[in-house]
């Protein structure tokens, strides 16, 4: 059974950081990322990374300089290093992972404010 937990969101003030967890099981997943879903908008991609020996990152323009993705492959988990937080950040974040068979698996989803 596969499995995605995530942890590390929060309230937090602006220009402030975060950082979020999410620690897979069940599959050896190929992608890994963050999405993020804020009220009334539809879910994007915040930041993704394979896990090959030279591990490609991909951001939303409007995070690249502030947010970080990194992944360790022996403990099957993403991290999400956000920096220079702003309100417009705040979102429902979400992990997401595919694995080699192509199949997609989110977790539950980690709640991010960032007051002004």
């Known amino acids: 059974q596969v499995q995605l937990v995530e942890s590390g969101g929060g309230l937090v003030q602006a220009g402030g950081s975060l950082r979020l967890s999410c620690t897979a099981s069940?599959?050896?997943?190929?992608?890994m990322a963050w999405y993020r879903q804020a009220p009334g908008k539809q879910r994007e991609l915040v930041a993704s990374i394979t896990s090959d020996g030279s591990p490609k990152t991909n951001y939303a323009d409007s995070v690249k300089g502030r947010f970080a993705i990194s992944r360790d492959n022996a403990k099957n988990t993403v991290y999400l290093q956000m920096n220079s937080l702003k309100p417009e950040d705040t979102a429902v974040y979400y992990c997401?992972?595919?694995?080699?068979?192509?199949?997609?698996?989110w977790g539950q989803g980690t709640q991010v404010t960032v007051s002004s």
């Open positions: 997401y992972a595919r694995n080699l068979y192509y199949l997609d698996f």
């Open positions: 069940g599959s050896i997943f190929s992608i």
